[in-house]
C-alpha cells in the first residue's frame, strides 16, 4: 500500500504541473455557486493559493460580490488555527510556511465555529471524504468541535482540490474531521447527507 507521504509528494508534484490551473479555478468556482451552498453565509474562510493549490481566487472574487466577509486562516500557536478578515487592501504578513495571512489586531479574529463555509485547502482526499493536508493538523484541531455529538449545520466544510488529487484511501483517525464535500474542476461530490438534502438541484 502506497503511504501517506508518497501520495502527498505524488500529488503535489502533480498538481503543480496542472496544465490550466485558471481554468481548474473557474470550473470550481462555478460548481460552487450554482449549488447554492453560499446562499445566505456570511462569512467564508478561504486560502491564498500555494505549492500549486487549486486557486480559490474565483471563490473569494464570488463571495464579495454576495456582500459575504471572507476569512483567510492565521496560525499563532498554541493557540488552534484562528481566521482573520480579509480584504483587497488588507496588509498581509507571511507566516513560518511563507504564506500570506491578514495582519490584522487580534481582535478580529474569529474560530471556525463563527464561520458559515471553510473552503478548506488539502493535498489529497478518499472517496470518503477524508482529506489531508501537509500534516500539521491545523484544519482538524480548528474544526475539532464538528466531533462533539450530532453536527452541525455550520460551517460547511468543502475542501477544493485538482481530481488528480483522489486517492484510494486516506488514512484516517479518531481526530480527524470528514468534509461535507469536495469540488475538483471534474465534479461535485458530496459525503454529507444533510447537505445532500439542501444542495440546489
Known sequence: MVSLSRMRTEA???RRLFPDPEGAARAVCNAMTSLGWLDG????????ADDGELD???LVTACRLRGIDVYFPVLRDPAPMQFAPGGPDTAMVHNRFGIPEPDVDPEALVSARELDVVLAPLVVFDAAGHRAGRGQGYY?????????????AKPLVVGLAYELQLVDGVPSHPG??????VITEERVRVFSK????????
Open 12 to 14: 503535489r508534484e502533480a
Open 41 to 48: 453565509a456570511k462569512r467564508v474562510s478561504a486560502t491564498i
Open 176 to 181: 480527524d474531521v470528514t468534509m461535507d464535500a
Open 56 to 58: 480559490p481566487a474565483p
Open 140 to 152: 482538524d484541531r480548528a474544526l475539532a468541535f464538528l466531533l462533539n455529538g450530532p453536527r452541525p
Open 194 to 201: 444533510a447537505l445532500s438534502r439542501r444542495t440546489r438541484r
